[in-house]
């Protein structure tokens, strides 16, 4: 299982901010805005699992491509979380987990200022993620944006907590 997780460990980006009711991209934290999102994911140490598996899953190219994207990215800590049979079940199925990755994608540079304002998002497997803004903390679909507005030269990624599944 652990292979399966490490293979898994492409995961999340980061989320709605702008808004001051979470955390966001500070001078400390690279903006990143020459790099990619794939590039930019991969240098920001906790979305391990999320890269790898987008390799996994052949997104690797579409998300290095021209965008603009927004990808609310769970981190490897959201990814620890999901059950050790769904993840061996998601890496023997390439459609399967492609369908869990670009339910975390949307088209489109979607800042938190933006993502606030509205209601839900479209991704790109074709279902909406609902958008909820409860008590300062911002929600994407059920997960928590844990850090917001990481920008990168194709879009923009929001860290979530919770690894998001289709319906």
């Given at each position: 299982m652990q292979q399966i997780r490490t293979i898994l460990a492409l995961s999340a980006l980061t989320a709605v901010?702008?808004?001051?009711?979470?955390?966001?991209?500070?001078?400390?934290?690279?903006?990143?805005?020459?790099?990619?999102?794939?590039?930019?994911?991969a240098s920001a140490g906790n979305f391990k699992t999320l890269a790898s598996l987008l390799k996994r899953a052949g997104l690797v190219k579409t998300l290095e491509g021209r965008g603009p994207y927004t990808v609310f990215a769970?981190?490897?800590?959201?990814?620890?979380?999901?059950?050790?049979?769904?993840?061996?079940?998601?890496?023997?199925?390439?459609?399967?987990?492609?369908?869990?990755?670009?339910?975390?994608?949307?088209?489109?540079?979607?800042?938190?200022?933006?993502?606030?304002?509205?209601?839900?998002?479209?991704t790109l497997n074709g279902q909406r993620l609902s958008i909820r803004v409860r008590d300062g903390k911002v929600f994407v679909g059920g997960a928590r944006v844990v850090t917001a507005d990481v920008t990168a030269s194709n879009g923009v990624i929001h860290a979530i907590n919770k690894v998001l599944l289709p319906r």
């Open positions: 901010a702008g808004t001051g009711v979470i955390a966001s991209a500070t001078a400390d934290t690279p903006r990143a805005a020459d790099k990619d999102i794939v590039e930019t994911a769970p981190t490897d800590a959201a990814f620890d979380k999901v059950p050790n049979a769904t993840l061996a079940r998601l890496g023997r199925d390439r459609a399967a987990l492609r369908s869990v990755l670009l339910l975390h994608v949307a088209e489109g540079r979607l800042t938190a200022a933006k993502v606030t304002k509205r209601r839900s998002v479209k």
